[in-house]
């Protein structure tokens, strides 16, 4: 089965909604792992919309699992990874006004930058992921970079709006799954994933890890923490 990083961002973005101390990230991430989560993903934007530098820092002395921070290939980010130590690095594109992460990033058209940032982060023993489009190129790009881990980008396969384009887009991810596990990289996706939807993802055997925050974060308002957890974790176990 695969591994489950429940994204903890849409906590703080509901704290950060009035400034308030609450609710904390860093207990929905404590629930989450008591629950099952295997992994807590956390993206620190460079604006700290959501996630605070105060949340890194208590979650790196506080999860029992494993860390992975979501960030852009910028100095500064790159200078906050290597002081917390997360245990992985998924570089992801950054817009100030997206709503959310719209799109992979490009590492081709990136692949200078990309490189130094990749290796700064792999010489403070950070493991480091690429958010990538499920495309041939981008997955062979990354491969050039000596990454250790891509994530697969699930957005367009989530927003389809048609049996047909919904399988298409399901291929491409399951093509692209194939190419990076056969470069030896390990693969991950995520975005969009909701319980409507993961299953089909889920039994991609390529596919070791699925990072999932919205549609988790939303149940759990309602039900709880726990209860949205397991829930996942059911429907992926049961895929
Ligand atoms: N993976 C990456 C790289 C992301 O940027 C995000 C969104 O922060 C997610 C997974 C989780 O997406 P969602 O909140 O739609 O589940």
Do not use: W
């Amino acid at each position: 089965m695969q591994r489950l990083g429940v994204n903890v961002d849409h906590v703080a973005t509901l704290r950060q909604a009035r400034r308030a101390g609450y609710p904390d990230p860093v207990t929905a991430a404590a629930l989450a792992e008591l629950a099952g989560a295997d992994q807590i993903t956390v993206h620190v934007r460079e604006d700290r919309r959501h996630m605070q530098d105060r949340d890194l820092l208590i979650l790196r002395q506080t999860v029992r699992t494993v860390l992975n921070l979501e960030m852009a290939a910028t100095a500064d980010m790159v200078q906050v990874a290597l002081a917390h130590g997360p245990d992985t690095v998924t570089l992801v594109p950054e817009r100030r006004e997206e709503l959310t992460t719209e799109g992979g990033l490009d590492v081709g058209a990136h692949k200078d930058a990309l490189r130094s940032t990749v290796r700064q982060l792999r010489d403070g023993d950070i493991e480091v992921s690429l958010f990538i489009d499920p495309e041939v190129e981008q997955i062979r790009a990354a491969h050039r970079l000596d990454v250790q881990v891509v994530e697969l980008h699930t957005g367009r396969y989530c927003d389809a709006d048609s049996d047909r384009q919904r399988t298409r887009e399901l291929t491409r991810i399951v093509d692209a799954a194939k190419l990076a596990a056969h470069l030896g990289l390990r693969v991950a996706a995520g975005h969009g994933l909701s319980y409507e939807n993961v299953r089909p993802v889920a039994r991609i055997p390529e596919i070791t890890e699925l990072n999932i925050g919205h549609s988790i974060v939303a149940r759990a308002v309602l039900v709880g923490m726990d209860r949205a957890v397991r829930e996942m974790l059911e429907l992926m176990r049961t895929a």
